[in-house]
């Protein structure tokens, strides 16, 4: 099993930064990429960054060049940097853990912190 814990979600005014942290515990070497996603009231869940464990990233195409995601393999922990915060960028976001094994993918998720934008 795979444990994550978000932290660092908060209120912003448009243009500042923010930084979540994940910290992984249980079998976190066994996931193949973390990354984060989001969900906005009345939207469904979506990508917001992902890294593998080769390094190889992937971005959103509208929070790319703002976020940025990296991991700290000694703390089991992964961040992502949010600078030029926009008020749609307002959600809740989810760490998440997820691995490919037969070609079948597993997710695990955080319980989510709140990141709100404000004008």
């Known amino acids: 099993q795979v444990q994550l814990v978000e932290s660092g979600g908060g209120l912003v005014q448009a243009g500042g930064s923010l930084r979540l942290s994940c910290a992984g515990s249980?079998?976190?070497?066994?996931?193949?990429?973390m990354g984060w996603y989001r969900q906005a009231p009345g939207k469904q869940r979506e990508l917001v960054a992902e890294m593998f464990n080769r390094g190889s990233t992937n971005y959103a195409r509208s929070v790319k060049g703002r976020f940025t995601i990296s991991r700290e393999n000694a703390k089991n922990t992964v961040y992502l940097q949010m600078n030029s915060l926009k008020p749609e960028d307002t959600a809740v976001y989810y760490c998440?853990?997820?691995?490919?094994?037969?070609?079948?993918?597993?997710?695990?998720w955080g319980q989510g912190t709140q990141v709100t934008v404000s004008t």
């Open positions: 998440n853990g997820a691995k490919w094994l037969s070609g079948i993918r597993s997710d695990y």
């Open positions: 249980g079998n976190i070497f066994s996931v193949d990429a």
